[in-house]
């Protein structure tokens, strides 16, 4: 019923800036959460910044002072900054919304390198 549209990924040097988008198509939802995930080849899922609908954040402490996650309604952005290697991942998008549950995104890819 609820489909995530990603979008924002790609290739960025190292120093580089990106900003990722995920919106909830077709109407406003009542959305208690929102949150961005990350998955880099041979590794596990982390997560890497969340928002609440009270306007509480979390950051990995991993990208604390470079990644800035926001909201407006239906979407969620992620405000990458000085992006590093290390950095490079499928990045996807989750939200939890208010009497349907969680839903996820199918991920993009950002790769950083010169």
């Known amino acids: 019923q609820v489909q995530l549209v990603e979008s924002g990924g790609g290739l960025v040097q190292p120093g580089g800036s990106l900003r990722l988008s995920c919106a909830a198509s077709?109407?406003?939802?009542?959305?208690?959460?929102m949150g961005w995930y990350r998955r880099a080849e041979g590794k596990t899922r982390e997560t890497v910044a969340r928002?609440?609908?009270?306007?509480t954040t979390y950051y990995a402490d991993s990208v604390k002072g470079r990644f800035t996650i926001s909201r407006d309604n239906n979407t969620v952005y992620l405000q990458m900054n000085s992006l590093k290697p290390e950095d490079t991942a499928v990045y996807y998008c989750?939200?939890?919304?208010?009497?349907?549950?969680?839903?996820w995104g199918k991920g993009v890819l950002v790769t950083v390198s010169s």
């Open positions: 077709g109407t406003i939802f009542n959305i208690y959460a």
């Open positions: 989750r939200m939890n919304i208010a009497t349907l549950g969680d839903y």
């Open positions: 928002i609440i609908s009270d306007g």
